[in-house]
């Protein structure tokens, strides 16, 4: 049995976080977040494909070479990206900091950064703040750190799940930041998890490789992958169970959990999106590879006219027909089949008329609703959580720097 716990990133055994206000952002506003394990342990990382990546993602990549964490330190209000060499030297100064604050080798802490992109990262004034950011730290700091990563989010996202394996109690925390620059191309935003499980490096690895696939690599917002997307996820085995590894029970459970855990963060982003008033779960199923169906549920999430059909409540099923049409993916439109919130639209590649119209019309008044898609081809499934295109959209992303 799995729960919710509002504690978030400090749910499980051994972690606490913090949030403070270190003068990246206007005076008041938490901008500097601290997670801690109370011990070292295995870690699993998945990143953005963006070929430009900032400074905390490169330097992440390098430490996760190691395989083990015990600190992540991530800042809001500046991404560290596009700034060279200097910004490198700002990542590795503030994880030097936490190390030395901390007593811990320098590749067990990881860095995270999220907001403008090309400015100098004010290191000297996130250095400045970290001894108070490690004497704040606590188990009931979870909300105040998940508070301090967000940019134009309008809420923190926090959770946490539960599950027995292997005879004891596991717990999964997380938090998360995200609400533009959202597309599944790994990972669309900034994650971070925790757990008390006992389990290997490599099978921790897998299982957020999995859970990610599930989650945050099925949401669309608008179509952009940031510079600076990661998900981590910490262990401490701190929960006692016999070590969990691959190919087992356990780890097929675990799997499930992590997942449970991922996939009501990565709705959070989709329904806090900037200037979203809606979400909708896109279904495709019956196609001839998991890859094609995935391309059409990308296509289709993708498209402007859908999403903009969508924030207009205009029931313009067409315009998902044309979606599926362009997708690269073959197909015979004969044998195409979509529903809007489970009412049939298109049966065998036809319109059902206006009396089908008007059913789905009442569909598109929804703030949430599913689109199935059957395209008779195979048996392969995939799914995308999409948004609206909405005139507050333009607005906050027309002016994001000033």
């Not at 009501?264 to 019956?286: F, M, Q, S, W, Y």
């Not at 195979?378 to 295109?389: E, I, M, P, V, Y």
């Amino acid at each position: 049995m799995s729960q919710n716990d509002s504690r978030g990133i400090t749910a499980p055994l051994g972690f606490r976080a913090a949030g403070l206000h270190c003068g990246i952002k206007k005076a008041g506003v938490l901008d500097l977040a601290l997670v801690v394990s109370d011990r070292s342990g295995p870690i699993g990382g998945v990143f953005t494909t963006n070929r430009v990546i900032a400074a905390p993602v490169a330097l992440d990549r390098l430490h996760l070479r190691h395989g083990v964490g015990r600190a992540i330190l991530i800042n809001s209000g500046n991404a560290n990206a596009c700034t060279g060499r200097p910004g490198m030297a700002a990542a590795q100064r503030t994880a030097a900091v936490v190390a030395r604050t901390l007593g811990i080798p320098i590749h067990e802490v990881f860095i995270g950064s999220t907001g403008v992109i090309g400015r100098p990262l004010p290191v000297d004034r996130i250095i400045k703040a970290v001894p108070a950011l490690v004497e704040r730290v606590s188990s009931l700091g979870g909300l105040s750190a998940a508070r301090a990563i967000l940019t134009t989010d309008l809420k923190p996202k926090a959770i946490a799940r539960r599950a027995r394996i292997n005879g004891r109690m596991v717990i999964i925390g997380g938090m998360a930041k995200g609400s533009g620059m959202i597309h599944p191309a790994m990972a669309t935003m900034l994650g971070y998890l925790t757990t008390d499980a006992a389990i290997t490096r490599t099978a921790l690895q897998r299982a957020l490789t999995q859970a990610v696939d599930d989650s945050f690599n099925c949401i669309s917002v608008d179509g952009d992958t940031s510079t600076n997307d990661t998900v981590l996820c910490l262990a401490n085995g701190l929960a006692g169970n016999r070590p969990i590894t691959e190919g087992t029970s356990a780890f097929r459970q675990f799997v499930r959990l992590l997942t449970e855990a991922c996939q009501p963060l990565a709705l959070a982003i989709c329904r806090d999106g900037e200037g979203v008033t809606k979400v909708v779960k896109i279904e495709v199923e019956g196609a001839g590879t998991t890859l094609q169906a995935r391309q059409v549920a990308n296509t289709i999430g993708t498209s402007n006219l859908v999403k903009t059909a969508l924030f207009g409540e205009d029931a313009n099923w067409g315009r998902v027909m044309a979606a599926i049409g362009r997708a690269g993916v073959t197909m015979d439109p004969a044998k195409i089949h979509v529903s809007f919130g489970g009412v049939p639209m298109v049966r065998n590649g036809v319109g059902l008329g206006p009396a089908a119209e008007r059913r789905i019309a009442k569909v598109f008044h929804r703030k949430e609703f599913t689109i199935q898609v059957k395209l008779g081809q195979g048996r392969h499934r995939s799914h995308l959580w999409t948004t609206d295109l909405s005139y507050d959209y333009v607005r906050i992303n027309a002016s994001y720097r000033s």
